[in-house]
């Protein structure tokens, strides 16, 4: 398979761990005899500083070019200390997710075995959680109308969203549940929101759509208590915009970093993939940043394109990585000097070797070859 690739690193740690899930696909280029071209460009406050914009055209063009994204992460410091400056690195993100309507956001919370003492919760709480959520992602009131008083002392956020925009992700979301285990979990606040009450009201009118699955309704700071409770009772969880941006982030306490959450976002017109976290620009260049959650973006960008034993490779790499605590210092405390390029040379290695098993564990600690 040919795929052209755009890839946009972005700010703070973007760059390093985008780097890594850029190395993981060209393995699986070779191993599986694909072609993968990668175009590089320019998003959020790198975009700023260099051209003024944190979409730029360029970047907006380049993507239409590709067959799908591969997106770092965006913020800088300087503009979260001044909440009114005009441009900001989100209107990077937020720009492409309108530019390209990608309207269904997907994220797998999954906890995995080897790392359950890093969790805040319970092993017994904890264990066999595989919960997905599809948030939407394009209305909302982060895509309302927004205005801000004259004098300065009053501001207004509109939450607003169509029945549209609710069926198209649903149906999505409700197919998830088919082929998993029948359950759908929307979760909302409409014992006190209009637009909430719009979501509960499509919802129960579709769900005969679709006999075969179980719907359950929560309120969203219901969702939060039982999220970190309970998880396992969640399967399919169906979600807006901004409740499923701060749900998906409670999630990193299941799983034990949100170093490990990663994301895609979908429509008919484009298809883009990054890690859940941010730019955290007081890590970058330090070499202690999880590359995990991108390379897992990079695996839900094979599974995209039905590239199913590539990507269950690159999931089984991440795997072993974890058992052998070949991770940054987030989720390891034993070996500290275990860096980001370590782990993404480690992960790189498995793939250009998947029949091997004798790992030698002074070489790999040594960041030296991996695999003997």
């Not at 260099?50 to 070019?65: F, R, S």
């Not at 501001?155 to 607003?160: F, G, I, L, P, S």
């Not at 979301?173 to 006190?192: C, E, G, P, Y």
């Not at 179980?214 to 970190?228: G, P, R, T």
Request: aromatic share 8%; charged share 25%.
């Amino acid at each position: 398979m040919k795929l052209n690739i755009a890839v946009l690193p972005g700010d703070g740690i973007g760059p390093e761990v985008t780097a890594q899930a850029v190395k993981v696909l060209k393995a699986i280029a070779m191993e599986f005899n694909h072609v993968f071209t990668f175009d590089y460009g320019l998003v959020g406050a790198s975009a700023i500083d260099k051209t003024g914009n944190a979409l730029p055209q360029d970047t907006i063009d380049l993507c239409k070019k590709a067959d799908a994204i591969l997106f770092g992460a965006i913020g800088q410091e300087k503009y979260d200390n001044d909440p009114m400056v005009k441009i900001r690195p989100e209107q990077g993100l937020l720009g492409l997710r309108k530019t390209f309507d990608l309207f269904a956001d997907v994220r797998p919370i999954i906890a995995y075995d080897d790392i359950f003492y890093k969790s805040s919760l319970k092993k017994k709480e904890i264990k066999d959680t595989n919960i997905i959520i599809y948030r939407e992602l394009t209305g909302g009131i982060y895509f309302g109308e927004k205005t801000f008083s004259e004098d300065g002392n009053t501001a207004k956020d509109t939450c607003e969203y169509t029945r549209f925009e609710i069926e198209r992700i649903a149906h999505l979301a409700f197919k998830a549940a088919q082929n998993r285990s029948h359950k759908l979990t929307l979760v909302d606040k409409a014992n006190v929101l209009a637009s909430s009450k719009l979501w509960r009201k499509v919802i129960q009118e579709m769900a005969s759509q679709y006999p075969d699955v179980k719907v359950n309704y929560m309120y969203i700071d219901k969702a939060a208590m039982e999220l970190v409770i309970n998880p396992r009772q969640f399967d399919v969880i169906l979600i807006e915009n901004m409740f499923g941006d701060i749900l998906s982030e409670l999630a990193g306490v299941i799983v034990g970093s949100i170093g490990l959450l990663a994301s895609a976002s979908f429509s008919d017109k484009a298809a883009m993939f990054h890690p859940v976290h941010g730019a955290y620009n007081r890590e970058a260049n330090k070499g202690i940043s999880n590359p995990i959650a991108s390379i897992l973006s990079a695996a839900m960008l094979l599974d995209h394109f039905e590239l199913y034993d590539e990507a269950g490779l690159v999931r089984e790499a991440v795997d072993k990585s974890l058992k052998l605590h070949i991770t940054t210092p987030d989720l390891n405390t034993k070996y500290e000097h275990i860096t980001t390029i370590k782990v993404g040379d480690f992960i790189e290695d498995f793939i250009n070797n998947p029949e091997e098993t004798n790992l030698n564990f002074t070489n790999i600690h040594l960041g030296q070859s991996t695999i003997i």
